[in-house]
């Protein structure tokens, strides 16, 4: 693709709708970045970013993406509505049913805000993959994206989706054409670790998984670095509903099972499960243990490809 010529194409399609003001939903990867960044250029100081801090981002996530904001000198905010997803999803299991609470309180949030500011228009940075899993048509659900399947049938806001025809490895390029420090970031699903918590998704189990997460992450990375291995596409940990008997020093211990997840792929269409190291997952595994001793005892890695899996587990 020509990035020049799809921003100016994108830029050209968003002036359609810049009559009044519009927000939009920016979570610090790379799609909604560039569709910030995109909008800007439409919008000026009309544009307002907004940042939901959902309870279930990685670490540190929050503080990272407010600043990230404040550096492309957009008009943001960032929202700590963590205890109500959190009350959202009390005693929900189905991954179904729990990507789709969630896109509706993304929705009612955006709502609440764009009103106080007299906002109409809602961006979001959807691509390809999204409306294609989230079925539709003759399209099969693989699975709801919060951003597609997961919107309420009325909304309150004019939905405008200026990356929707492109892949990953598209938008890629076009962060890498403006700049986007956060071009080559890894993927995080819109519903964030709730979906990476098999079963409810607690405060408490949010925390673990989200530890467990960035242990993946940095090992993984550090792997990288070192040479040991190429940096998958994709990594991270999955908490399963799943308890094992284990052993602290001399004493019986009954811990739930982490999933180390890493895969290799293009535009997140299809995938390859990553041929980690041993001794890169033997780190994994001891550091995730000994952390949350007290919680975890088990670890282990996910050979999957997809198809037949998916990247996340739900």
Known sequence: MDP???????????????DGKAVIAVSGGVDST?????????????????????????KDESEYVGNMLKDLGLNSMVI????????ALEGVIEPEEKRKI??????????????KIGAEYLIQGTIAP????????????????????????KMGLKLIEPLRDIYKDE???????????????????????????????????????RECCYIVETELEKG???GLMEIPWQYFAVLLPVKSVGVQGDLRAYGTTVVVRAVQSLDGMTAAYSKIPHEVLDRISMRITNTLADKVNRVVFDITNKPPGTIEWE
């Open 4 to 18: 020049e010529k799809f921003c100016d194409e994108a830029v050209e399609f968003l002036s359609q709708y810049t």
């Open 34 to 58: 560039v569709a910030a960044v995109l909008g800007q250029r439409a919008y000026g100081d009309k544009l307002i970013g907004i940042y939901v801090n959902t309870g279930y981002m990685r």
């Open 80 to 87: 700590d509505a963590s205890e109500r997803f959190y009350s």
């Open 102 to 115: 969630i896109g509706e309180t993304f929705i009612r949030v955006f709502e609440e805000e764009a009103h």
């Open 130 to 153: 999204d409306w294609i899993e989230s079925g539709g048509g003759l399209r099969d659900v693989i699975k709801s994206h919060h951003n597609v399947g997961g919107l309420p049938e």
């Open 171 to 209: 938008v890629r390029v076009v962060a890498e054409h403006l700049g986007i420090a956060v071009a080559q970031r890894q993927p995080f699903p819109g519903p964030g670790l709730a979906i990476r918590i098999i079963g409810e998704a607690t405060r408490e189990r949010a925390d673990i998984v």
């Open 224 to 226: 990288a670095e070192e």
